[in-house]
T-cell receptor, first 114, second 113 residues
Framework: KAGVTQTPRYLIKTRGQQVTLSCSPI?????VSWYQQTPGQGLQFLFE???????NKGNFPGRFSGRQFSNSRSEMNVSTLELGDSALYLC?????????????FGQGTRLTVV | ELKVEQNPLFLSMQEGKNYTIYCNYS?????LYWYRQDPGKSLESLFV?????AVKQEGRLMASLDTKARLSTLHITAAVHDLSATYFC?????????????FGKGTKLSVKP
């Protein structure tokens, strides 16, 4: 079956711009989580959506936002980009039932802010 | 804040040698995951450990979980170059600002001939 798909794979943006990243989860998975990965901070949790509702949110400024659609696809948006937002953004999907919480990761979107 | 500590963070091995990566965590959890990441790529799931005493093996890698000690190990047997990658452990918790998976900083493994 198809895995987690993230688009685009690479992005170059200028400071002050905004960006939208997309994530299509594995079919049947209702949970989508987003992570930011940088060499200095490692993998940091951004937010999780389940059935169109935000369940958890990490300690990121309000410039980072997300949403989930009825087909479980998710988008995250970063406004007023800063140089420090350059990172690999990973999304993970999961069934998130009591007995099955394994997360599967997409290929990631490499965002470079110049 | 919940913490997951991996050591070592960098590991240079010769082919054919054995080594163990350690993952300590600071909270109660019965579920722990190991992932592999190649440079510029995503996280590939290696092992899912769901209970105390769980042991899983795949090829030259073996993972174990001791929930009482809050410790997981990833043992590498007779390393080969193809195992060169960064390995992450991730502890599952429920809710909170750190999310459902708390990751260690990763162990960058380099296997040299």
């Amino acid at each position: 079956k198809a895995g987690v798909t993230q688009t685009p794979r690479y992005l170059i943006k200028t400071r002050g711009q905004q960006v939208t990243l997309s994530c299509s989860p594995i079919s049947g998975h209702r949970s989508v989580s987003w992570y930011q990965q940088t060499p200095g901070q490692g993998l940091q949790f951004l937010f999780e959506y389940f059935s169109e509702t935000q369940r958890n949110k990490g300690n990121f400024p309000g410039r980072f936002s997300g949403r989930q659609f009825s087909n479980s696809r998710s988008e995250m948006n970063v406004s007023t980009l800063e140089l420090g937002d350059s990172a690999l953004y990973l999304c993970a999907s999961s069934l998130r039932t009591a007995w099955n919480t394994e997360a599967f990761f997409g290929q990631g979107t490499r965002l470079t802010v110049v | 804040e919940l913490k997951v500590e991996q050591n070592p963070l960098f590991l240079s091995m010769q082919e054919g040698k054995n080594y163990t990566i350690y993952c300590n965590y600071s909270t109660t959890s019965d579920r722990l995951y190991w992932y592999r990441q190649d440079p510029g790529k995503s996280l590939e799931s290696l092992f899912v450990l769901l209970s105390n005493g769980a042991v899983k093996q795949e090829g030259r890698l073996m993972a174990s979980l001791d929930t009482k000690a809050r410790l997981s190990t990833l043992h590498i047997t007779a390393a080969v170059h193809d195992l060169s990658a960064t390995y992450f452990c991730a502890v599952e918790v429920f809710g909170g600002s750190q999310g459902n998976l708390i990751f260690g900083k990763g162990t960058k493994l380099s296997v040299k001939p």
